[in-house]
Nanobody, 122 residues
Framework: QLQACGGGLVQAGGSLRLSCAAS????????LGWFRQAPGKEREFVAG????????FHADSVKGRFTISRDNAKNTVYLQMNSLKPEDTAVYFC?????????????????WGQGTQVTVSS
């Protein structure tokens, strides 16, 4: 029901834009988020957004470089990633749920996308 795309290989300092489209149901009234998981590490919160898009939350590690946004008419959430660093390399997942917007707890989200690989070379 959540399909993420937009990952790829990019050089440090470059940009990527991830998209996550929902199908089968509307996610207009739930919080959305992006998480990432690097090999051997736990899944970590990257960014979250409330149902209207009026409130956004970003992890300190990406603040000022990444921006989450959503288009409810398209049932899609985005993650604009600028000034990418090698440490941003991970599989990125989108998530949706009836949670407090910006929740950093993966277990609180009800729906997950399949993940898209982001690799940043130095």
């Amino acid at each position: 029901q959540l399909q993420a795309c937009g990952g790829g290989l990019v050089q440090a300092g470059g940009s990527l834009r991830l998209s996550c489209a929902a199908s089968g149901r509307t996610f207009s009234y739930v919080a959305l988020g992006w998480f990432r998981q690097a090999p051997g590490k736990e899944r970590e919160f990257v960014a979250g957004i409330n149902w209207s898009g009026g409130s956004t939350f970003h992890a300190d590690s990406v603040k000022g470089r990444f921006t989450i946004s959503r288009d409810n008419a398209k049932n899609t959430v985005y993650l604009q990633m600028n000034s990418l660093k090698p440490e941003d390399t991970a599989v990125y997942f989108c998530a949706a749920g009836w949670v407090e917007a910006g929740s950093a707890q993966p277990g609180q989200y009800n729906y997950w996308g399949q993940g898209t690989q982001v690799t940043v070379s130095s």
